[in-house]
């Protein structure tokens, strides 16, 4: 047989699948995979059903239906004072993974180079190879996840055609600020680059902190690719809808892309997520109050039994470093370990580099059900707790 693409034949089944997989087996709490129980809001949901019933059923406008793509625009408008036209500049997409696929394959040219940097969302590096990208990785170290500015500014040159930046940040939970997206600004005019902005969580960030999307910044309305998931925002990760803004010259050669890989995306589901981006601040408060909460309760309990556990400005996952409890082992070692042993799944930090030496820091995620996490913590303890 000949061989199949040897970019994507290099990678392995993503760790996501894996340890959900290995958590299914052992009949694990599932602490792992980013998906979120018990936080679906009704009216989104019945919403969606009454579309299921009553239709359309057909292929709606690759665009995205009307009322979804005036929503996107509403909601940038509401939230983040961005001025969107919502019939040039929007295009809902089949989640923020498909978003993604769209922006690269559609502004990468073969042998341009693009700044990542890690740890990074799995799909990111394999579609940027796909696309024939030179890839540059910059590296955030544990526990501080501080951005290396020289290092960065070193990773771009005049040959570099975009950066893309995950702001609220998987798995890290940082949450770039005013001066780092500055900083991260002047080099994209600079090096005249653009920015795909990976902001599936950024109606998830605590503590006060507000959310900034880069293209709100000076000069980085006509550089930045906006993107944004139902998936997290209204925690449906399984109905796959995602939304792209960017202005009309950035969007059309990202509409190219995605007219050629899905086309389109189920109408009804859309019809219901318009109706969700129009819910009053009480939801979007009510959703940061409760993630925040069981942040704290996860937090408060894996540092009783010893694990050091990292900020979580944003996101809804902890990272926390085992190494006082498990020297001995690495950290994707300690997840199957874990799983096993302790019947409780994680995710290892090290799945989120392409290399290097962190690799006792694990991920949990936090948006399960308060008995969910109160289960893990007992399984924990029976491993890690006074004996
Ligand atoms: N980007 C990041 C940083 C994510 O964590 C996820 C996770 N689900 C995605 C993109 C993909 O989102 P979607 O499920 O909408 O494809
Ligand atoms: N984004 C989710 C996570 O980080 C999972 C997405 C997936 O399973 N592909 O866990």
Redesign the pocket.
């Known amino acids: 047989m000949k061989p199949a693409n040897s970019v994507l034949s290099a990678y392995g089944t993503t760790i996501?699948e894996v340890m959900s997989r290995l958590a299914a087996q052992h009949g694990a709490v599932n602490l792992g995979q980013?998906?979120p129980e018990g936080l679906e809001p009704a009216d989104v949901v019945e919403a969606a059903a009454r579309a299921l019933r009553d239709g359309p059923h057909q292929y709606p406008s690759m665009w995205g239906v009307p009322a979804l793509r005036q929503a996107v625009a509403a909601h940038a408008a509401r939230f983040h004072g961005l001025d969107i036209d919502w019939e040039t500049e929007v295009m809902v997409?089949?989640?923020?993974?498909?978003?993604?696929a769209d922006c690269l394959f559609g502004l990468i040219e073969p042998g341009d180079e693009v700044v990542l940097i890690e740890p990074l969302?799995d799909?990111y590096l394999p579609i940027v190879r796909r696309a024939g990208g030179v890839a540059k990785l910059v590296r955030l170290e544990p526990p501080l996840w501080d951005l290396p500015r020289e290092a960065l500014a070193a990773a771009f040159s005049d040959r570099t055609k975009l950066l893309i930046l995950?702001s609220p940040?998987?798995?890290t939970g940082k949450v770039f600020d005013e001066g780092e997206l500055a900083f991260i600004a002047g080099l994209l005019e600079k090096h005249d680059s653009y920015a795909v902005c990976?902001e599936?969580?950024e109606h998830i960030v605590y503590d006060g902190r507000r959310h900034i999307p880069l293209m709100t910044l000076p000069g980085m309305r006509k550089r930045c690719a906006r993107?944004g998931?139902?998936?997290?925002t209204f925690s449906l990760?399984g109905w796959?809808?995602?939304y792209v803004t960017a202005c009309p010259e950035l969007l059309a050669p990202i509409a190219k892309a995605h007219q050629f890989l899905t086309f389109t995306t189920p109408p009804n589901l859309q019809a219901a997520v318009a109706l969700g981006l129009g819910k009053g601040f009480d939801y979007y408060n009510g959703l940061i109050a409760t993630l925040a909460e069981r942040r704290d309760r996860l937090a408060v309990g894996l540092r009783a039994l010893g694990f050091g556990v990292g900020a979580c400005q944003g996101?809804y996952f902890l990272t926390a470093d085992f190494s006082r409890l498990e020297p001995s082992l690495d950290d994707s070692a300690f997840c199957r370990w874990l799983t096993e042993r302790a019947g409780v799944a994680t995710v290892p930090v090290s799945a989120f580099y392409q290399g290097g030496d962190v690799d006792r820091f694990v991920r949990f995620c936090f948006a399960k059900s308060e008995a969910a996490l109160d289960e893990a913590l007992v399984r924990l303890g029976r491993h890690f707790g006074p004996s």
């Open positions: 996501f980013g998906f997409t089949s989640g923020a993974t498909e978003a993604l969302y799909s995950n940040m998987n798995p990976d599936v969580y993107i998931s139902a998936g997290k990760t796959k809808i995602g996101t």
